[in-house]
């Protein structure tokens, strides 16, 4: 059926079939399998696959764990199977069913664990074997965007229920937080297989996705050595670039940079932007830590060198950089000030951890500035979407 409406109508007149449905598992199984469908469908729109994930949600809720495994395992492959990123617009589709597959995870603790747990350990077996045999063929298993929205996929997971709703579903936290670890592991693993200038994207991509597990969950990843890492490239430090014409490459559709892009001033500019991008987001993340003051010394350090040595070559980013040690700055003087009028040592970890609890990150100046930097991005996103797809 092709009828974009019609389908609507059915997804939607489902809903009301669900308690006859739940007393046949069969009929449930085949119902499911055409949601899945259906979600999954390259000619649906954003509304069909609003109301299957509606659909399954109900189905999952009044049935058992027969169902409930199907429909968990089924929309996770879905998504997968259509996370092949074609262009920017094809962003704005990945993103929604990412968000409606994270939705429908928060329905079964238990279940959710343990299919979080068996595709997290496959991701991790493939990034094994791909160190292990060090082959084009094995990087390309680990370097394409079906695996990157994978890790996508299961961060968003962990990011929602043992950070951003923790409060509210504390079951779910107790249960996924274990897997946080691993996922960072491969995340980590995924940054340095390969850690050449061509796949600066792919790592800017993977450096998101710690920034935003790290803020959500609380667990300090070191972010920040990897970030200074790329500014310390050779790219920058020892070759001069290419002066170029060639049109500003995306990174948001791009895991690396085509042969033209190599070593072009072009392309460095946008490694430079979205690298102090990450910059303010992983100081923002620690920014209400008691120790924020002394942890961001080495990498202001890093920063300032890094200034000094090939700043003048980049005069727009380095007056950027300087706003952000500012902010730095005057975080790190607001943490001293709330430190100064505690009552308790260092051993006091209880203490320690709660220390401006009453604070939230983006009330910090660091926090504030990374706050209206992702602003700006979302915007600029909208704009390159709704761009392409005018031009389609």
Not at 255 to 265: F, S, W
Not at 369 to 390: D, G
Request: proline content about 4%; glycine content about 4%; charged content about 20%.
């Amino acid at each position: 059926m092709s009828d974009v409406v019609m389908v609507q109508y059915l997804v939607k007149e489902c809903e009301r079939m669900i308690p006859y449905y739940g007393c046949f598992v069969r009929f449930t199984r085949d119902l499911v399998k055409e949601l899945l469908r259906q979600f999954g469908s390259t000619s649906a729109d954003d509304n069909v696959r609003i109301l299957s994930l509606l659909v399954l949600r109900q189905l999952v809720s009044v049935s058992g764990t027969e169902i409930t495994d199907m429909a968990l395992k089924g929309i996770y492959l879905t998504y997968v199977r259509s996370s092949n990123l074609r262009n920017i617009s094809s962003l704005t589709k990945i993103q929604l069913m990412r968000n409606c597959g994270v939705e429908l995870y928060g329905n079964d603790a238990n279940a959710s664990y343990q299919h979080a747990f068996v595709y997290i350990r496959q991701l991790a077996i493939h990034l094994r074997n791909s160190m292990q045999l060090r082959s084009k063929e094995s990087f390309r298993a680990i370097y394409n965007w079906q695996f990157i929205n994978s890790l996508h996929f299961w961060t968003e997971v962990l990011a929602t229920y043992c950070g951003d709703r923790a409060d509210e579903q504390p079951e779910f936290c107790a249960t996924l937080e274990s897997l946080v670890y691993p996922l960072t592991q491969i995340l980590l693993g995924v940054v340095r297989l390969v850690p050449t200038a061509k796949f600066f994207p792919l790592r800017i991509h993977c450096l998101e996705q710690l920034v935003r597990l790290s803020s959500a969950t609380g667990v300090y990843i070191p972010i920040l050595p990897m970030i200074i890492e790329m500014l310390e490239s050779p790219e920058f430090l020892s070759r001069r670039p290419i002066k170029s014409t060639l049109k500003r490459p995306q990174f948001e559709a791009l895991l690396k940079a085509p042969g033209q892009y190599d070593h072009t001033r072009v392309y460095l500019e946008v490694v430079l932007e979205h690298a102090f991008d990450l910059l303010a987001d992983a100081f923002a993340s620690q920014s209400v830590r008691i120790a924020f003051p002394e942890w961001s010394v080495p990498a202001v350090l890093q920063v300032k060198r890094w200034r000094k040595r090939v700043g003048q070559s980049w005069p727009k980013f380095s007056k950027q950089l300087q706003g952000l040690l500012d902010k730095v700055e005057q975080t790190s003087r607001m943490v001293q000030q709330r430190r100064g009028k505690v009552d308790f040592g260092p051993a006091n970890l209880t203490g320690a951890n709660q220390f401006m609890s009453d604070v939230g990150a983006d009330e910090t100046p660091i926090g504030a500035y990374a706050a209206s930097l992702r602003k700006v991005r979302a915007q600029q996103r909208a704009t390159l979407v709704e761009a392409e797809t005018n031009d389609e």
